[in-house]
């Protein structure tokens, strides 16, 4: 039972353009959500993150929303640069404290020059 | 040193064998996670330290699996008798207090052949 899904394990997208990175989550118990980046054989990056007292959160080119009622959250980066092609993870915690995330499966960035 | 430290980066082990793994966290982060990414699929959980509390063991996926650690500081993750479906990237994280943005080791590689 996937309480965090990604459904679309790639995007292709052009250089400049925005990718916009999507997930649903199951458990309305969530209330902390984070996006990782991972590189080819290193570990996730902490990206970015939001509280669901709040609908959005940016961060230069990283903005994520957040539709509770929906439970549903994306990732938009703009403009996309090829150095962003990774695999991006959506994790969901109850509570912003130590406490275990809830990860998704990934979804593959392809930023094209 | 500046990040979290995993060895070996990559094990080779037959099936039956035990592997242990280790992980040094940053210093001075309370909270120790494991978690283990199979091919396709997402970080799964696997346990969690916090400080001088009992760890959440929740995530264990059988009683092969157990980890220890020391003092506060290092952790060590022991499979005994190795199968083949525990083949996986082994990914440890540590963070300071109040944070659920951990930081990911870069992993360990585990195959079982």
């Known amino acids: 039972d996937q309480q965090v899904k990604q459904n679309s394990p790639s995007l292709s997208v052009q250089e400049g353009r925005i990718s916009i990175l999507n997930c649903d989550y199951t458990?309305?118990?969530?209330?902390?959500f984070l996006w990782y980046k991972k590189y080819p054989a290193e570990g996730p990056t902490f990206l970015i993150s939001?509280?669901?007292?709040?609908d959005k959160n940016e961060d230069g080119r990283f903005t994520v929303f957040l539709n509770k009622s929906a439970k549903h959250l994306s990732l938009h980066i703009v403009p996309s640069q090829p150095g962003d092609s990774a695999v991006y993870f959506c994790?969901?915690?109850?509570?912003?404290?130590?406490?275990?995330?809830?990860f998704g499966k990934g979804t593959r960035l392809s930023v094209i020059a | 040193g500046a990040g979290v430290s995993q060895s070996p980066s990559n094990k080779v082990t037959e099936k039956g064998k035990d592997v242990e793994l280790r992980c040094d966290p940053i210093?001075?982060?309370?909270?120790l996670y494991w978690y283990r990414q199979s091919l396709g699929q997402g970080l799964e959980f696997l346990i969690y330290?916090?400080?001088?509390?009992?760890?959440?063991k929740s995530g264990l996926p059988s009683d092969r699996f157990s980890a220890e650690r020391t003092g506060g500081s290092v952790s060590t993750l022991t499979i005994q008798r190795t199968q083949q479906e525990d083949s996986a990237v082994y990914l440890c994280?540590?963070?300071?207090?109040?944070?659920?943005?951990?930081?990911f080791g870069s992993g360990t590689r585990l195959t079982v052949v």
């Open positions: 994280a540590s963070s300071p207090d109040n944070s659920a943005g951990y930081t």
């Open positions: 458990n309305s118990m969530f209330d902390y």
């Open positions: 939001i509280s669901s007292i709040k």
């Open positions: 994790a969901a915690s109850r509570g912003a404290g130590n406490t275990p995330l809830v």
């Open positions: 210093s001075g982060h309370t909270a």
């Open positions: 330290f916090q400080g001088n509390s009992a760890p959440d």
